[in-house]
């Protein structure tokens, strides 16, 4: 940790089995509205956690971290644990009178290869964030700052804007929001994503083919 503080308050699971990374590069084409279509319209997080920058999309396997609401520590623990591609997700039980995040963390998780931060809580230091170029989704922001004394569980199934993300399930998070794929439903998904974005592209070029000329249009 790059902090000095007791972790005596946390609990500490071992890491799961990494997802396959074709899986990734199969799914990180499609976005994230196709991804829920593809489940049934459900493992979308609520509308409250928003991408912090226009244009931030991420793509790894979850990461996951319970802390009280206004305090990190178990974060700043989980950072020692990860690994290159992680998606952090953080259930800071909806807190939303402190950031438990801003960009000290946020160059924490760069240097760790961190892929991206989804937070049922708030950050802080929006603009530095943005400047990084770290994807982050959150409730909003707020300048107070949290303390560092847990207590917190890391690797464990959580709560995170109204979905279970058990550790290891795939993250993806574009602009409209965060999808959470169970781990052993990828494959079933990736087959129906595909189905999806065929029967949308057919739609699309009949759509634009029925379109009518612009000259008729504007007379
Ligand atoms: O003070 C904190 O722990 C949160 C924060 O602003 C940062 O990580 O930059
Ligand atoms: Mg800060």
Sequence with gaps: MFITASTDSLVLNPRP???????????AQYPVANVGDAMDRLGL????LESQWTGASCIGPALTVL???????????????AEPGDVLVINALGGTTRAVFGDLLAEICLAAGIAG????????DRAGIHELQLPVWARGVSPAGPA???????????ACGGVVVNPGDLI??????VAVIP???VETVLGRLSQID??????????????????????
């Design 17 to 27: 089995l990494k997802t396959g990374t074709s899986d990734l590069r199969g799914l």
């Design 183 to 185: 781990a052993g439903r």
């Design 45 to 48: 997080m609520d509308s409250g």
């Design 198 to 219: 065929s029967f949308e592209s057919d739609l699309r070029a009949r759509i634009r083919n029925s379109a009518v000329p612009s000259s008729s249009a504007n007379a």
């Design 67 to 81: 802390t009280r609401e206004g305090d990190n520590l178990a974060i700043h623990r989980a950072l020692d644990d």
């Design 148 to 158: 560092k004394n847990g207590p917190g569980a890391i690797h464990i199934p959580v």
């Design 172 to 177: 993806t998070a574009d602009d409209d929001g």
């Design 117 to 124: 931060v989804v937070i049922d809580g708030l950050t802080r």
